[in-house]
C-alpha cells in the first residue's frame, strides 16, 4: 500500500519561511507527478505546486509564485516545498499527492492524484 509521510510544517511568523517535505514509505518515486495542495478551514483543497519526478517541469498556483518553491531529491528519494514570505493567508493543512500518467496540462487537477499524505499544519501568524 501506497504511503506518503510529510514532516516539517509548524508556526511562522508572517514574512518568515518554513520547509514541507514528502517521502514515499518503503518505495521510491518513479515515473510519477508529484504534488502540494491545501486546504483552509472552510475551504475546498487547492493545489499549490506540483512537479514531475522525471526531468522534475513544475507548477505554481498564482497565489504562491516567487514565494513558494518546489523540488525534489532523487537520491533522498522526497519532494519538498520551501515556502518564502509566507502569509496568513496561506494557514492551511498541506497535503503531499502523487500520480501516474498525468499530462503536463493537467497536473494542477487535483483529481488527477491517486495517493495522499495525511496532511500537516502550516500557521501563518500576522
Known amino acids: 500500500q501506497v504511503q506518503l509521510v510529510e514532516s516539517g510544517g509548524g508556526l511562522a511568523q508572517a514574512g518568515g519561511s518554513l520547509r514541507i517535505s514528502c517521502a514515499a514509505s518503503?518505495?521510491?518515486?518513479?515515473?510519477?507527478?508529484l504534488g502540494w495542495f491545501r486546504q483552509a478551514p472552510g475551504k475546498d483543497r487547492e493545489v499549490v505546486a506540483t512537479?514531475?519526478?522525471?526531468?522534475?517541469?513544475?507548477y505554481y498556483a498564482d497565489s504562491v509564485k516567487g514565494r513558494f518553491t518546489i523540488s525534489r531529491d532523487t537520491a533522498k528519494n522526497t519532494m519538498s516545498l520551501q515556502m518564502d514570505g509566507l502569509k496568513p493567508e496561506d494557514t492551511a493543512v498541506y497535503y503531499c499527492a502523487e500520480g501516474f500518467g498525468i499530462i503536463l496540462s493537467s497536473m494542477s487537477s487535483i483529481s488527477q492524484y491517486d495517493y495522499w499524505g495525511q496532511g500537516i499544519q502550516v500557521t501563518v501568524s500576522s
Open positions: 512537479i514531475r519526478w522525471s526531468g522534475g517541469a513544475t
Open positions: 518503503g518505495r521510491t518515486f518513479r515515473n510519477a507527478a
